[in-house]
């Protein structure tokens, strides 16, 4: 944090709880709930997945208060390149899911998915490959499906369509430094997300050669300036990306993407193209394949319709309490400056 933490009060009076529906079922998840709330910068998304715990959700609790209540570092840039992203769709799909992302010259395509198997991605990122044609560029993400066996398998499989990159295709740091050695000579890029994101040390898996670039999430890294920290104490390019996050959780992945001194790749942050409704008018989706660097504002007609059952909201509005508590203890405080 770059200033005190605001009274727990004066979160909540102005926190909305939302649940919206998804075009497309993302990850097992048909609808996504968040807690958005305003401060002196403007509005912020609280977001966590609901499988975690309120040690790691009081990371994502801090990023929400830095971005409402704290100015943000210098934008490098007001537009920041966005890639489309194909849920584990069958093959027949992936034009219907492309359609939803103009302009969009990237796509990040998901394999290894529970209960289907590597002829399944094939087809998907055929697929995408012949809709996009040769000049686009295709990248993979297994969310550590894979073992190091099936790894190597299946990206010498998909090597024929020219993969970008390897997004965790397998769980462990050690795992991702093995198969990183074992594809040497085929030319793919290994990217960590969850390694990052998810560890204790986001920096271990660059210390331990593991990776060719980092994929960065403001939200789960506690802020825009603890995941520019890391970037650079990492030394490797980063991808921000989001964590499914509506219009106005985008808003601050697009701050992090512009604080970054050199942006080589695309973002995933045109994923608000996943969601069947939003809190803002417009969207937050890609237009010409890209999105602004700009605050995002709710639409308080749509904080209406979409409002969370007085159940969820409850349960949602218990969670950021015990989160805060959680922050206020100096050990984990100290971990945020």
Same mark, same amino acid.
């Given at each position: 944090?770059?200033?005190?933490?605001?009274?727990?009060?004066?979160?909540?009076?102005?926190?909305?709880?939302?649940?919206?529906?998804? /075009?497309?079922?993302?990850?097992?998840?048909?609808?996504?709930? #968040?807690?958005?709330?305003?401060?002196?910068?403007?509005? /912020?998304?609280?977001? =966590?997945?609901?499988?975690?715990?309120? /040690?790691? %959700?009081?990371?994502?609790?801090?990023?929400?208060?830095? !971005?409402? !209540?704290?100015?943000?570092?210098?934008?490098?840039?007001?537009?920041?390149?966005?890639?489309?992203? *194909? =849920?584990?769709?069958?093959?027949?799909?992936?034009?219907?899911?492309?359609?939803?992302?103009?302009?969009?010259?990237?796509?990040?395509?998901?394999? /290894?998915?529970?209960?289907? +198997?590597?002829?399944?991605?094939?087809?998907?990122?055929?697929? *995408?490959? &012949?809709?996009?044609?040769?000049?686009?560029?295709?990248?993979?993400?297994?969310? @550590?499906?894979?073992?190091?066996?099936?790894? &190597?398998?299946?990206?010498?499989?998909?090597?024929? !369509?020219?993969?970008?990159?390897?997004?965790?295709?397998?769980?462990?740091?050690?795992?991702?430094?093995?198969?990183?050695?074992?594809?040497?000579?085929?030319?793919?890029?290994?990217?960590?997300?969850?390694?990052?994101?998810?560890?204790?040390?986001?920096?271990?898996?660059?210390?331990? +050669?593991?990776?060719?670039?980092?994929? *960065?999430?403001?939200?789960?890294? +506690?802020?825009?300036?603890?995941?520019?920290?890391?970037?650079?104490?990492? @030394?490797?390019?980063?991808?921000?990306?989001?964590?499914?996050?509506?219009?106005? @959780?985008?808003?601050?992945?697009? #701050?992090?993407?512009?604080?970054?001194?050199?942006?080589? !790749?695309?973002?995933?942050?045109?994923?608000?193209?996943?969601?069947?409704?939003?809190?803002?008018?417009?969207?937050?989706?890609?237009?010409?394949? %890209?999105?602004?660097?700009?605050?995002? &504002?709710?639409?308080?007609?749509?904080?209406?319709?979409?409002?969370?059952?007085?159940?969820?909201?409850?349960?949602?509005?218990?969670?950021?309490?015990?989160?805060?508590?959680?922050?206020?203890?100096?050990? *984990?405080?100290? #971990?945020?400056?």
């Amino acid at each position: 944090m770059t200033a005190p933490l605001p009274a727990l009060d004066e979160i909540l009076a102005s926190t909305r709880i939302v649940s919206l529906p998804l /075009a497309t079922r993302f990850r097992g998840v048909a609808l996504r709930e #968040a807690a958005l709330f305003e401060g002196p910068e403007g509005w /912020a998304e609280f977001s =966590p997945f609901l499988e975690y715990d309120d /040690a790691e %959700a009081s990371t994502w609790l801090a990023s929400a208060i830095d !971005f409402a !209540f704290n100015p943000q570092p210098a934008a490098h840039r007001d537009s920041i390149p966005v890639n489309a992203t *194909v =849920p584990a769709v069958t093959a027949d799909r992936v034009p219907e899911i492309l359609a939803r992302y103009d302009g969009c010259r990237t796509a990040k395509v998901k394999v /290894a998915e529970a209960g289907q +198997g590597l002829d399944d991605d094939i087809a998907r990122v055929r697929a *995408v490959r &012949e809709a996009m044609g040769i000049e686009a560029r295709v990248r993979v993400d297994a969310n @550590g499906g894979w073992n190091v066996d099936e790894a &190597e398998r299946a990206l010498h499989a998909l090597s024929e !369509f020219d993969l970008e990159y390897a997004e965790q295709p397998c769980a462990s740091v050690e795992e991702l430094a093995e198969i990183r050695r074992r594809l040497r000579d085929w030319d793919i890029p290994i990217a960590a997300d969850e390694s990052v994101r998810k560890a204790a040390d986001p920096l271990r898996v660059a210390r331990a +050669g593991a990776a060719d670039i980092l994929i *960065v999430k403001a939200q789960p890294l +506690g802020g825009t300036r603890r995941a520019l920290d890391i970037v650079q104490a990492a @030394g490797l390019p980063a991808v921000v990306s989001s964590a499914l996050d509506t219009s106005i @959780g985008l808003a601050q992945g697009a #701050a992090l993407a512009a604080a970054l001194p050199v942006l080589e !790749f695309d973002c995933g942050l045109g994923t608000a193209a996943l969601l069947a409704a939003d809190v803002a008018e417009p969207r937050r989706v890609p237009q010409g394949g %890209a999105i602004p660097v700009t605050r995002v &504002e709710p639409v308080p007609d749509l904080l209406d319709a979409h409002a969370a059952s007085d159940e969820r909201a409850a349960w949602w509005r218990e969670r950021l309490s015990r989160c805060y508590s959680a922050l206020v203890r100096p050990s *984990v405080a100290d #971990a945020l400056l």
